[in-house]
Each structure stands twice: as C-alpha cells, then as structure tokens.
C-alpha cells in the first residue's frame, strides 16, 4: 500500500531529516517497529517503508505488536491491516494483565509499570528476531510534553532521545517522528483511514491528567507563538551547559578548562 498525499509528503521529509540528523537507520540494520494500533506507530510503519524504498543502503523492517491481554484489545483488526499493506508482521501474545494485577505495588503507576513490561517484551521479542533495533513512535510533542512533565514534576531537565543504547547493551531504540507534530499525525491518520484500535487498557485516560495539562498548557501558548514547539524542540538540541546549575557538570567543565 503506497500512501501519496501531502501530510504524508510532509511527515516523510520531517522523518528523513531526522533519520539523517541522528543517523538512525545504517545499513543492515534489523528493525523492530513497535506498532501498538495508534496513530504514530501506523504512520511510523508507513513511513519508515517508503523511506526503505529510495534509500542508499538495505534495511529490514518488522512490524511488531505486544498484546498485554486486555479484554477487548482488537488485535485481528490491526493484524489484518498490517498484511493487507504487506507488512512482516509478529504479534507477541502475553499475560502482562495478569502480571500487572499480581505483581504492581499498590498506589503505584499501572501505566508505567504496563509500560515497562512491554518494553522488555519488545527487547525479547527482538532478540528473537534478529533485529538490532527498535523503532517508537514518540513524536515532537511527545518530547516537548516529557520535558515539562520532567521539569516541572521531577526536577530534572530530560525529555527523550531521538536515538538510545538501551539498558541490555543489544538493542538501540530510534525514534524517527522527533521533528514530526502530533497534529500532522492527525491529518495523515484521517486523510488515510488508519484502522486506530485502543489498548483496551481498563484505566484508559485515568493516568494521564499531568500529559495532559501539558497538552493544554502548550496549546494555550501555541494561540500566541505559533512557532513554540519548533522553538522549544531546537531547544532541546541547543543546550548551553555553562547556564545550567548542574554541579556534577559544572565540575567537569572545570576541569576541562584546567586541562586546556
């Protein structure tokens, strides 16, 4: 299936570019993409194929869905889609509900624990596969939106990392939609009737009050500068350390210039 409009032709050269800038596809990489039946993970699907198609080197993709086991998860209407498109396609099917009730400790984040267990189901998943990486569908606003979360309810200045060695030393994790905004995600998922499907998740938007605060709050500021999250993106590449108050960092620099 070739998707040929202008919000995919947008959300194509955003996502090359950032391919380019962080490298994050090389030649004979393996790629695991994660496609949970949203939005992004379609439109990343879709994308990284029509990148695959023109580019200078050879990769493989993989198109790889982790069924937590909620109760009216439509996993087949996605399998389906993914086939049609002729996409490679693995569903991993797990007890990950089961887990999340025995194990989770009480008061503690049900999403974030959920998130975690897919997340080690994905390594595992593509340690059987062969693949050497895994591709996200975290977007612009996804970093932007972590940052603030991180600022304002952590106390660290961190978002998220448009390519990362992941914690097993095996699998890097690449996030190819850095400089793509939800908002044209949007467009392309209507223009092209992606069949969205929900997790099936029973605490489904009973988690995520602070994601969307910052949602609203970027919006709102959106209304005066539409430019902010262009700004605030390049931002997160324009790091000065010297105006910073990390100590650790601090002492680094310091030594950096008793070196030099």
């Known amino acids: 299936m070739i998707l040929n409009n202008s919000h995919f032709r947008k959300v194509k050269r955003l996502t090359g570019q950032a391919v380019g800038d962080f490298n994050l596809i ?26 695959q198609r023109r580019a200078p080197i050879n990769y493989e993709l993989i198109a790889v869905n982790v069924d937590a086991g909620f109760p009216g998860y439509r996993k087949e209407v996605l399998e389906d889609y993914l086939r049609q498109c002729g996409f490679q396609v693995h569903v991993e099917e797990t007890n990950c509900t089961e887990i999340i009730e025995e ?22 998943v593509a340690d059987r596969l062969g ?3 895994i591709a996200l569908g975290h977007h612009l606003d996804d970093f932007i939106e ?25 699998h890097t994790v690449i996030r190819p939609l ?21 997790c099936g998740c029973p605490v489904m938007g009973q988690e995520d009050q602070k994601r969307q605060r910052m949602k609203q709050l970027l919006t709102g500021l959106a209304e005066e500068n539409p430019y902010l999250k262009s700004s605030m993106i ?5 790091v000065q350390p010297r105006h910073l108050l990390d100590r650790d960092l601090a002492r680094l620099m310091a030594l950096d210039e008793q070196e030099s």
């Open 26 to 51: 090389e030649d004979g990489d393996r790629i695991a993409v994660a496609v949970s039946g949203g939005k992004d993970s379609y439109a990343l699907l879709h994308i990284l194929t029509q990148l």
């Open 131 to 133: 693949c050497n990486k």
């Open 234 to 238: 390049r931002a997160l590449s324009n």
């Open 146 to 170: 972590t940052l603030l979360l991180n600022q304002f309810y952590v106390g660290k200045l961190a978002a998220m990392s448009p390519k990362l060695l992941a914690d097993n030393n095996r």
């Open 103 to 124: 194990k989770r400790r009480p008061g503690s984040s049900y999403c974030a624990f959920c998130a975690r267990l897919r997340r080690g189901v994905l390594y595992s």
């Open 178 to 198: 850095v400089y793509v905004e939800e908002s044209a995600i949007i467009k392309l998922a209507r223009q092209n009737e992606f069949p969205v499907i929900d």
